[in-house]
């Protein structure tokens, strides 16, 4: 029976107390099997509480199996945050390490303070965001809809920030970034430490007339990027999950030796070869519609139909496609493809619409950043569309959205910690 925990951490180190939480759990018997990506989110405090008291918090959720009962469990749990260091005791103060039980399977649980699923399962943005991308199509006891449906219409939901590194010389806004192996490695310990939830690692470029590479060529290319993720973040840990932006299987075959946790493929998982190599990760992917790769200005989805209704013909027939293959859509993340085969305002038009996708019940990934469409607002060059991203970014936030996928990932972080202060 699958059991779900919420963690916590407003105070100290936040991301190494969750580890620490984690590693602890794992010691007293509790069988991980998957975590979560972490997210940054502002507290819930009472009018007149302190100012210091305000600090964000990191959250994440895991999911495994446990020997003993409810009642051992919560032991376990209360004793790991006494190890980790609990912090102040005040109702709402900064605290080192909180962990809740949220489900135990389907069972319904009341014993003295115990309650399961836990209260506060189903209201709080910051535990249904986690739950979302760790299992998105459980449907908790008593309820009708799965979690990714429960945080969709939660109304301050949030969303999963995907940091972009492109190891390439050549990318249309951030090529040759990372050719130093220091400053590489000094940036990805960065967003380690900055609560990102998702970093994108990508050794080919896919602007327009960019030039293929082979696998062999790619992997030289991110190699260096998996192994130091492999160093620093191995075991139960607090860390980014890894996606791999690649079209290679071959590559995926080769990461496997390393920490991923998405297969991202500008091809829409069009290669049974790829999709198998997926399935014998056991990871999920990532499918985005292209009419070509590289991207092709010339190429474009027909203007007689609006761009989104093409999508949904395109999702639907991908979906079967999959499901033929033996890859259920609960394991694949939907990427509408902004600015690949698309003209500018059929990218903008497909934005305004991606509501119409929400009937697939699949997670959803967002690539906008920087994209040419948005010249439509902008004479700037690529690498100063910053703003018009961000804009972008905060006027999807009520939209069926999981994952967005953006260069300045700090911008980001803390533009989603002011949003929701006021929004929820």
């Known amino acids: 029976m699958k059991i779900y925990l919420g963690l916590g951490s407003n105070y100290g180190n936040r991301r190494e107390n969750l580890s620490k939480g984690?590693?602890?759990?794992?010691?007293?018997?509790?069988?991980?099997?998957k975590v979560s990506p972490p997210f940054l989110n502002p507290p819930v405090l009472p009018e007149g509480c302190p100012e210091d008291w305000y600090r964000p918090f990191w959250n994440l959720a895991c999911v495994g199996t446990y020997g003993g009962d409810p009642l051992e469990l919560l032991q376990l749990t209360q004793k790991v945050e006494q190890q980790v260091g609990r912090g102040p005791h005040l109702p709402n103060e900064p605290r080192?390490?909180?962990?809740?039980?949220?489900?135990?399977?389907?069972?319904?649980?009341?014993?003295?303070?115990?309650?399961?699923p836990h209260p506060g399962a189903l209201s709080r943005s910051f535990t249904l965001a986690p739950l979302s991308l760790l299992d998105p199509s459980f449907v908790p006891p008593g309820q009708s809809l799965s979690l990714l449906e429960l945080n969709r219409a939660h109304s301050g939901s949030l969303k999963a920030i995907m940091g972009i590194f492109n190891l390439t010389p050549d990318s249309f806004s951030d090529g040759g970034a990372y050719r130093d192996q220091e400053k590489l490695r000094q940036e990805l310990l960065r967003a380690i430490d900055s609560g990102v939830s998702v970093i994108d690692l990508g050794g080919e470029s896919t602007r327009p007339g960019a030039t293929p590479l082979t696998a062999d060529?790619?992997?030289?290319?991110?190699?260096?990027?998996?192994?130091l993720l492999k160093?620093?973040?191995?075991?139960?840990?607090?860390r980014p999950w890894v996606s791999l932006d690649t079209r290679h299987p071959e590559t995926l075959r080769r990461a496997g030796e390393y920490i991923l946790d998405l297969a991202n493929d500008v091809t829409g998982l069009s290669s049974r070869v790829y999709v198998e190599e997926i399935q014998r990760l056991g990871i999920s992917a990532i499918a985005m519609h292209s009419l070509s790769v590289p991207a092709d200005p010339k190429r474009h989805l027909p203007l007689s139909n609006p761009s989104w209704q093409q999508i949904l013909l395109w999702t639907e027939e991908k979906i079967r496609t999959l499901e033929d293959w033996g890859l259920t859509k609960d394991r694949v993340f939907l990427d509408p493809g902004i600015g690949f085969g698309k003209t500018a305002l059929q990218s903008l038009?497909?934005?305004?619409?991606?509501?119409?996708l929400e009937k697939f019940n699949m997670p959803l990934l967002?690539?906008?950043?920087r994209k040419s469409?948005?010249?439509?607002?902008?004479?700037?060059?690529?690498?100063?569309?910053?703003?018009?991203?961000?804009?972008?970014?905060?006027?999807?936030?009520g939209k069926p959205v999981e994952i967005l996928?953006?260069?300045d990932y700090e911008s980001h972080l803390r533009a989603q910690l002011a949003y929701h202060a006021v929004n929820g």
């Open 22 to 33: 984690l590693q602890l759990l794992r010691a007293g018997g509790l069988v991980i099997e």
């Open 96 to 116: 080192t390490l909180d962990i809740d039980i949220l489900f135990w399977g389907q069972r319904q649980v009341e014993l003295g303070h115990l309650r399961i």
């Open 217 to 227: 060529q790619e992997w030289v290319r991110l190699e260096p990027a998996l192994a």
């Open 231 to 238: 160093e620093v973040c191995s075991g139960p840990t607090c």
């Open 349 to 356: 038009e497909l934005i305004r619409h991606l509501d119409s």
């Open 366 to 369: 967002l690539g906008h950043s």
């Open 373 to 397: 469409f948005l010249k439509l607002f902008t004479e700037s060059p690529a690498a100063e569309r910053e703003a018009e991203t961000l804009g972008l970014s905060m006027a999807i936030n």
């Open 405 to 407: 996928r953006v260069h």
